[in-house]
């Protein structure tokens, strides 16, 4: 028996790094996954590789989750495909960052949206669903720049959505815990994804910056970050609600 056996998790931002890491671990514990992406193809390829191990996972793309109307009809489409919900997996963001003298209101609001509305509305539309479930268990991925300020990269937005995240997060612990729902945010550290490795190439300067906060002097691989999702999600965690958990390498250590 794998830690989620049977259990079915909404996985958003599923087309690749952490997502599609989520997506094969959980799989592996013997979840059915359904995944929510803005790229299709992307996404495709995540539901190929969890085919291609055994797991079993519907993929559902393009949608855009800053957009209510698109998050209330993939969320429902979600709780059709196997008959219900049992774990949201808010992963998905998009950020933006900056020195405060030269962010843009643009550059707030699309940060705000991306890393702050998204797991409201994809949390808003599957409640329901988790209440007439019997309860369920909502992980918010969240990250230490809701707990900590960063010099780098500069994250005035960042921070702010964050902590809004985890503030967000215990508020759903209290009102979900009437109705069996459980929720816990994860805060990660630097933790390096295909994308994050992409764009910081050879600039070993600028890598060193960013680990420079942490006690282990390295980046966060995403399998570090996702097994303790999978072990949030399990009934193994069952007391555990309302919590906010740093894997950040000692980074809020000092």
Not at 46 to 56: K, S
Not at 163 to 170: C, K, Q, S
Not at 178 to 188: L, Q, T
């Amino acid at each position: 028996m794998g830690l989620v056996e049977g259990k079915v998790v909404l996985i958003t931002g599923s087309g690749g790094g952490i997502g599609r890491v989520s997506a094969l671990a959980f799989a592996r514990e013997g979840a059915r996954i359904v995944g929510l992406d803005i790229n299709t193809e992307a996404n495709n390829e995540t539901v190929r590789l969890v085919r291609a191990a055994g797991g079993e996972m519907t993929g559902i793309a393009p949608v855009d989750l800053r957009d209510p109307t698109q998050v209330r009809v993939a969320v429902d489409e979600a709780a059709a495909a196997y008959g219900g919900l049992d774990v949201i997996y808010n992963n998905a963001a998009l950020v933006r960052f900056g020195p405060m003298s030269a962010f843009s209101v643009e550059d707030w609001r699309t940060t705000i949206a991306g890393e702050l509305d998204i797991p409201f509305f994809v949390s808003r539309f599957a409640w329901s669903h988790l209440v007439s479930g019997g309860g369920g268990v909502i992980l918010n991925v969240a990250s230490i720049a809701g707990m900590i300020a960063g010099a780098n990269p500069p994250m005035v937005a960042h921070a702010a959505a964050n902590a809004g995240v985890i503030g967000m997060t215990r508020q759903l612990a209290l009102e979900g815990a009437p109705h069996g729902i459980r929720a816990v945010a994860i805060s990660p550290g630097p933790t390096l994804t295909p994308l994050s490795d992409r764009d910081l190439g050879d600039d070993q300067a600028a890598r060193d910056a960013i680990t420079s906060k942490t006690l282990l002097k390295r980046f966060a691989r995403p399998d570090e970050v996702v097994e303790l999702a999978v072990f949030l999600a399990s009934d193994r965690a069952s007391y555990i609600t309302g919590a906010n958990y740093p894997v950040e390498g000692g980074s809020t250590a000092w």
